[in-house]
């Protein structure tokens, strides 16, 4: 057999495994997108959580403000009233 048959079959061979490589393993393409995702995943989750946190902290700022927010708080969340005070409850 010639030379030439050898190297085209060699070149060809490293061809393929060098696609393989690029397509198919860690560090390639398909790799690269699936890690992609997930750094979007992780951003979207993170800015939810923000916008959460950022809630948190103005109730916190609003109940270290005053005795309002507390007692608003103990309305809502405890159903407390004040004394001579009648309670009615409005359901929608």
Known sequence: MPKSVFAT??????LAGLSWRLGLADGGMAHTQRLKTQVADAAAELDTLRVRNAALDAEVQDLNSGQA???SRARITLGMIKP???FYLVVE
Do not use: D, S
């Open 84 to 86: 001579e005070e009648t």
């Open 69 to 71: 927010a507390i007692e």
């Open 9 to 14: 079959a060699f070149f060809a061979v490293l």
